[in-house]
Nanobody
Framework: QVHLVESGGGLVQAGGSLRLSCAASGFPFSIYTMGWFRQAPGKEREFVAAISRGGGSTYYAESVKGRSTISRDNAKNTVYLQMNSLTPEDTAVYYC????????????????WGKGTLVTVSA
């Protein structure tokens, strides 16, 4: 059974940082492209970042580029999202997701999804 369990969310002040983690199980993590998405209150879910199977390639939404870093540890079946210089606009539920196909930037279809972790950034 596939599980993606996010952690690390919480309340942080504007300008602060958070590191989200996503522990995966039930599928061959090391051959899956992994990504982070977020959904703010009243908004559609949006792409945040993605990382290739080996971690050599990373992709970011313009809204987080330069202040976020996605990484993975295939030995631990875990993917991370480090976010810095947070603003209230980053407030959202953050979801971890994985897919077998390589990232192409043309679609955001994912095979597996976690249940999300809430990040709240106060002004």
């Amino acid at each position: 059974q596939v599980h993606l369990v996010e952690s690390g969310g919480g309340l942080v002040q504007a300008g602060g940082s958070l590191r989200l983690s996503c522990a995966a199980s039930g599928f061959p993590f090391s051959i899956y492209t992994m990504g982070w998405f977020r959904q703010a209150p009243g908004k559609e879910r949006e792409f945040v970042a993605a990382i290739s199977r080996g971690g050599g390639s990373t992709y970011y939404a313009e809204s987080v580029k330069g202040r976020s870093t996605i990484s993975r540890d295939n030995a631990k079946n875990t993917v991370y999202l480090q976010m810095n210089s947070l603003t209230p606009e980053d407030t959202a539920v953050y979801y971890c997701a994985g897919r077998l196909t390589v990232w192409n930037g043309a679609d955001y279809d994912m095979d597996y999804w976690g249940k999300g972790t809430l990040v709240t950034v106060s002004a």
